[in-house]
C-alpha cells in the first residue's frame, strides 16, 4: 500500500512527520506506572487491615475464652475433704464420756481376768458380780461381757492345757472341767473346741496320774486302774490306763 503524499501552496511535496500514538507517549507510561503503584499501595493496606482486624478478633476470643475458664475454676472449687479420722475420735470420746465410770471400771477388771486367768464369759460375770468377788452390780458386769473383745475358744483351749500339763487329766476330765458349773462355766461348743486343738498324749497322763497314787496314797495296781478309769474318777479310756499300769515300776 503506497503512502499518501502531501503538498504545500507551491506545490513542493511535503514529507509527512510520523505521529506516535498517545499511549506510547511517555506521560501516559508514566501515568500507567503510578496508577499500578497506587493500586498495589492500596491492596497491600487492604490486607494488611483484614490481618490486624483478624487477628485483634482472635486475641479477643482467647481471652474471653482464658476469662470463661477462670470463672469455671472459680465456681468449680472442690470443697475440702472432711477427715473420717477425727470424727470416728470424736465419736469414740463422746461415746467413753456418755460410759458410767462403774460400766468402764468392770471392763476394765473383765479384759485383765481374760487376758491373764482365761475366763470364761460366764465366769468373768459371776466373778464381776460376786459377794466375794468385784461386787460390781449387774447392769455393769453385763455392760463388761458386752463390750470385751476376747476369744473365749482361745481362752478355753488355753484352760484345758493347763488341766493337762499341770493335773494331767483325762479328755473327759477337762471337758467336763471345761463345761462344769463349778468349773470354768464355757459353753459346749468352746469345750469341744478346745479338746479338738489340745495337744497332749492321753496315755502319758495316765502313766503320771498312775504314779501320783502309787506314791502320795500306796493304791495297788488294780486300785489304781479302776482310779484312773472311774466315771467318778480320773476318766481315762481302759486303754490308757492299761499303758499306765504296764509302765509303773
Do not use: C
Amino acid at each position: 500500500m503506497s503512502k499518501k503524499k502531501f503538498y504545500d501552496a507551491d506545490g513542493n511535496e511535503v514529507k509527512a512527520k510520523s505521529v506516535k500514538p498517545f499511549y506510547k507517549k511517555w506521560w501516559f507510561i508514566a501515568l500507567v506506572v503510578i496508577f499500578v503503584f497506587n493500586a498495589i499501595n492500596s491492596m497491600g493496606d487492604d490486607d494488611e487491615t483484614e490481618v490486624e482486624t483478624d487477628d485483634a478478633e482472635l486475641v479477643q476470643e482467647v481471652e474471653a475464652s482464658d476469662e470463661v475458664e477462670e470463672e469455671s475454676e472459680e465456681v468449680v472449687e472442690e470443697e475440702p475433704e472432711e477427715d473420717e479420722s477425727e470424727e470416728t475420735e470424736d465419736v469414740a470420746e463422746e461415746t467413753e464420756e456418755d460410759v458410767p465410770t462403774e460400766f468402764q471400771s468392770a471392763l476394765n477388771k473383765a479384759e485383765s481376768y481374760s487376758s491373764l486367768l482365761n475366763m470364761s464369759k460366764q465366769g468373768l460375770y459371776n466373778q464381776l458380780t460376786s459377794e466375794y468377788g468385784d461386787q460390781f452390780s449387774e447392769e455393769a458386769a453385763q455392760y463388761a461381757i458386752d463390750n470385751i473383745d476376747a476369744d473365749f475358744n482361745e481362752n478355753a483351749l488355753a484352760k484345758a492345757e493347763t488341766y493337762s500339763d499341770t493335773m494331767h487329766m483325762s479328755k473327759k476330765g477337762i471337758f467336763d472341767q471345761l463345761t462344769s458349773e463349778y468349773g470354768e462355766q464355757f459353753t459346749e461348743e468352746e469345750a469341744n473346741y478346745a479338746i479338738e486343738n489340745l495337744v497332749t498324749d492321753y496315755k502319758e497322763n495316765a502313766l503320771k496320774k498312775a504314779k501320783t497314787y502309787q506314791e502320795s496314797m500306796d493304791m495297788s495296781p488294780e486300785g489304781i486302774r479302776d482310779q484312773l478309769m472311774s466315771e467318778y474318777g480320773e476318766q481315762f479310756t481302759k486303754e490308757e490306763a492299761d499303758y499306765a499300769i504296764s509302765n509303773l515300776e
